[in-house]
């Protein structure tokens, strides 16, 4: 039997937290989750909430893609936690020595590492179709230069295998083309000529030039990714966006390799062993940004085909998905129907809340409430009112506490713009 990523811990803290709350907990990592809220509606608070939720009494892992830098300091405690007012701080008062102990050593924040250099993406190690992608070569719209990357890929491919010989007395290792920079003076420029393939050489020069690219084979994302952790913030706060969807779409992967892996492993178990098997939550900030609705060009493309990927088939593999937005009207309709919890904050306008009622159906105007919201206010619907049998109809209005953790970013003070007034 496999051990999943959400079974709640023994030791739920001091034993005061009843079934309901933690089946709420189980319900908020097992399922797909949306976020709306616009902007200072609290919808960053709320999601550091149920992170905290989810990290301290779960066994699962969070990945979170951080466009803004709200979530660096994911991993420190609150400094001002001791100032909440009573109502805040009940039951709240071991949150400190309890995430240092279980949590914070767990928790990496991907923006460079010890060393200065960057957290790249490992060049040699991508499909041809991630290649392809980032490249922004298309077999129908580009039809000559992808066929000069094609040969290109299968040349060092071949120049890889006879470096790396099968001789049957090991399993050949991973494969490695290399880095970009070598892949771009490939002896492959030497035996061809011809516009297609200077097309394609200036494409490889662009590509190369973008902060995107580990600088050797190894300490990559990718071995960021498959290390041990809890909790891995990906700093995608860069200006580049095309980096930034790249970055998105390599860590997809990753994860939904390693996610593979665990299901294979579970399926060959003998009956009656148990595997660990740690569920994986994606958390996307701004997720608009990251699964757009088509036509895209094909970086983009790839990024919003893989986060439906995780919408629609993840759940076999483990893998879940936080959609944090204010503009759900601008993410893929299909990976929005696939969100079962729903965090509704405040809303200033009607089309968001008519878009998603025709999107999950039920009563129409049950969202309107979050016109005349304050800051941290929220409707609650779906999988998470786990408590309610059969689920009620309405959704759950709820007040969110001021999270635990540090918050990040630079928001501007809400009193910048107030007038100086001459005493």
Known sequence: ??????????????????????????????????????????????????????????????????????????????PDISNLNSGEMEDREDFAPLWNERVRPFITVASKREDGAPWGIPWGKLTL??????????????FAEYQVFRRHYEFEETRWMERNPD?????????????????????????????????????????????????????????????????????????DEEVRAMTAARALEVVWKQGEEYR??????????????????????????????????PRRRLLSDRIERFADQGKKFNLYLMLITQQPNKLNQRIL????????????????????????????????????????????????????NPPPPMPRGVLFLRACTREGGATPPRNWARPKINS
């Open 1 to 78: 039997m496999a051990r999943g990523g959400f079974r709640a811990t023994n030791d739920w803290p001091r034993g005061r937290e009843t079934k309901p709350q933690a089946d709420a907990v189980q319900e908020l990592g097992a399922n797909h989750t949306l976020i709306v809220g616009q902007s200072r509606s609290g919808k960053t608070n709320a999601a550091r909430r149920l992170i905290e939720e989810i990290l301290l009494w779960t066994e699962a892992r969070i990945v979170l893609f951080d466009p803004n830098g709200d979530f660096l300091w994911l991993k420190e405690v609150n």
């Open 129 to 142: 179709e991630e290649m392809a992608a980032f490249l922004n070569l298309d077999p129908a719209e580009t």
């Open 167 to 239: 001789d049957g007395s090991e399993p050949r290792k991973g494969r490695d083309l290399g880095t970009i920079r070598t892949f771009k003076d490939s002896q492959y420029f030497k035996i061809g000529s011809g516009d297609a393939i200077d097309r394609y050489r200036l494409r490889l020069e662009s590509l190369e030039a973008r902060p995107a690219w580990a600088l050797t084979s190894s300490n990559d994302l990718d071995s960021l990714l498959r290390s041990s952790f809890k909790g891995a913030v990906i700093d995608l706060s860069m200006g």
């Open 264 to 297: 294979t492993e579970a399926m060959r178990a003998e009956p009656g062993s148990v595997i660990s098997w740690p569920g994986t939550i994606v958390v996307i900030d701004e997720a608009h940004l990251f699964a757009a609705p088509g036509p895209l060009e």
């Open 337 to 388: 129907a696939e969100c079962s919890n729903r965090v509704i904050l405040r809303m200033n306008e009607r089309l968001s809340l008519r878009l998603l009622e025709e999107t999950y159906g039920g009563i129409r105007g049950r969202y309107d409430g979050a016109l005349t919201f304050s800051q941290g206010e929220a409707l609650l619907e779906g999988a998470l009112l786990c408590d309610e």
